[in-house]
């Protein structure tokens, strides 16, 4: 901490976090999570544990007339053994809604994952202190972004003037659920994700349920989203469900239904987007399940199913997008409020001929940027499912 400012130091309490879904006290501070304490005890997979606990789109909020400010925290850094290493997480700072300022926190655990055999080691490290100067010295709404690929507790908020929690902005609420293409994990800071950039040219409150590898249609999820108060909800169905080949089409359909089905027990009228996913060479034809390749030296994704056993019923990403635009169709004749977006709109093959894909699998922030802006004009633009006289 440094001297040359006379420091508030303010608790951190749920109303000073967007995005979060659940606070758990910690040894160091406050751990936000993006599942409920109910969701995470109907989970026994590591992965979904790690991604909810990954705060995108995780924000702390707060006016003030502050010129500092600093945040300890204690992040855990990711590391794939055999990949290069991956840059720290950014903390982006907003004020009155402009950035202004990115920041790396120094120290923090650090999670060694081996992708060939699902290990994973954890070595202990110290906590670090995020801080931005030269803040103009007026009244003004503050927001701190999290990193959204590293699991960060938050130890302690200090400021040189005091702060006070931002109530109801009058702004729409939009809970979205998907992958770790909506998790973020290739944008290069949590406010570049394609769905914060979405939610900032719209103007609208980010949830933003993207978990990393687990999209996977678990019904915790599902009930998690039916509690979480929304005005517009959106679920990027897909690739989890063919890079992890854990269902084939005759359990796939069910367990769609089931998903929206729980969804609209807790918000029957709510406009609902089902968003499928977006261009994927490998898994276009081919089904999964998906395998890290690091032979060229850094890390790609390949698909190792066979294209024939897709007759068996086997999950390739055609195959989902028919299946979701069907059951759309069958369905929004009784739900005026459900819709149905491709995700080939957001990214499709002449976007993948200019802007490929790094790792054949992820996009990259200037790919995001475009993903961002195009379902913004789609889902938020007028006559999209989410334009302005819809919802709130």
Partial sequence: MTSAHSWVTTPI??????????????????????????????????????????????????????????????????VY??????????????????????????????????LTTGTATTEPGPVGTVRFTDLPATDKDVEMWLPQREITELVALRTDAPVQAVGDRGRRVWLHHGSSISHGSDAESPTGTWPAIAAGLAGVELVNLGFSGSALLDPFTARAMRDTPA??????????????????????TPAV????????????????????????????????????????????????????????????????????ARIVAARS??????????????????????????????????ADRRIGERFAALAFGTGGPFAADQGR
Avoid: W
């Avoid at 936000?32 to 606990?53: G, K």
């Avoid at 982006?92 to 994952?113: E, H, M, N, P, S």
């Avoid at 093959?349 to 894909?357: G, M, N, Q, T």
């Fill in 13 to 78: 309490t749920p109303d000073l976090l967007r995005g979060a879904l659940d606070l758990e006290r910690t040894g160091h501070g406050v751990l936000p999570h993006r599942l409920p304490a109910p969701a995470r005890a109907r989970n026994t997979d590591p992965q979904v544990a790690m991604a909810e606990a990954m705060p995108s789109g995780v924000r702390l909020v707060f006016r003030t007339r502050a010129t500092a400010v600093e945040l300890d925290v204690l992040p855990t850094k990711m």
């Fill in 81 to 114: 053994r055999g990949a290069p290493p991956r840059p720290d997480g950014r903390y982006d700072l907003l004020v009155d809604g402009c950035l202004t300022g990115q920041a790396t926190a120094d120290g923090g655990k650090v999670l060694t994952i081996d």
């Fill in 231 to 252: 005005d517009l909800i959106s679920v990027k169905i897909g690739i989890n469900l063919v890079n992890s080949d854990v269902m084939r089409l005759r359990a796939f």
């Fill in 257 to 324: 239904h089931g998903f929206l089905d729980t969804l609209r027990d807790g918000h029957p009228d709510t406009p609902l987007l089902v968003v499928s996913s977006i261009f994927c060479p490998i898994q276009e034809d081919t089904p999964g399940p998906g395998a890290a390749d690091f032979s060229t030296g850094t890390l790609r994704f390949r698909a190792t199913g066979d294209p024939a056993e897709r007759a068996a019923g086997k999950l390739t990403l055609r195959v989902v997008r028919a299946e979701l």
């Fill in 333 to 366: 004749a009784e739900d005026p409020n459900l819709h149905y977006l491709n995700g080939l709109d957001l990214y499709g093959e002449a976007d993948f001929a200019e802007l490929p894909l790094p790792d054949d699998l992820h996009p990259d922030p200037v």
